[in-house]
């Protein structure tokens, strides 16, 4: 099975004046093909930071990170942003919506951005907010929609450009249980019938054991929890 991306001996630190943390200290891993993977551990561990470099959000302080085995340190900022743009889908668990936009207008967003003409964006978001269910719900702004409604429009969203791999921040972490639990397998569904690879920053060690991988973080090191 390929990997889509892949960390080599990635290391985070920060500075605050004399002061030296040690975020992530030599992350190996590989995102494969049409995967769900966890990742778990403890607050402040370096999860959502280590799901930021994979995403291109975020540099590491040393190592690397490969997209289909390309380095991404190698890459100019064009390629780069190219890649995140149009290969990576990102859900975040503040969903990040643009408040004074319907939800239809939300997913339509990064065509928009991009110059594509409204008529052919609208076509391609109507068929995404279909797919995540909320068929009735496409003019409604966010503040007319539920947590978990705005969760899939998130969704819709990162999904639009067909992108290879998902990077999902505790997507479940605002929501109630049930809710949360539609949104799992939403995503997981997402994953079966359509192939998109997911990675899933969670803190919910009984999401993790859904995953067909599961990563925990500890120490600034990641560690095979369990593997399907």
Known sequence: MSSVLTCQNVHKVYHDGDRELKILTGIDLDVREGEILA?????????STLLHIMGTL???????VLYRG????????????????EEI??????????PEFTALENVMMPAISKGMSRKKARARAEELLHTVGLAERMTHKPGQLSGGE???VAIARALYNKPSVILSDEPT?????????????????????????LVVVTHDEALAAKAHRWIHIHEGRATVKEEV
């Open 70 to 85: 390309n380095s991404l340190s190698t890459m100019g900022s064009k390629e780069v942003n190219r890649i995140r743009n």
């Open 39 to 47: 990742i778990s551990g403890p607050s402040g561990v370096g999860k």
């Open 150 to 152: 705005q969760q899939r």
């Open 58 to 64: 975020d540099a590491p302080s040393e190592g690397d």
């Open 173 to 197: 972490g605002n929501l109630d249980e049930q809710t949360g639990g539609s949104i799992v397998e939403l995503l997981w569904k997402l994953n079966e019938e359509q192939g998109v690879t």
């Open 89 to 98: 889908g990102f859900v975040f668990q503040f969903y990040h919506l643009l």
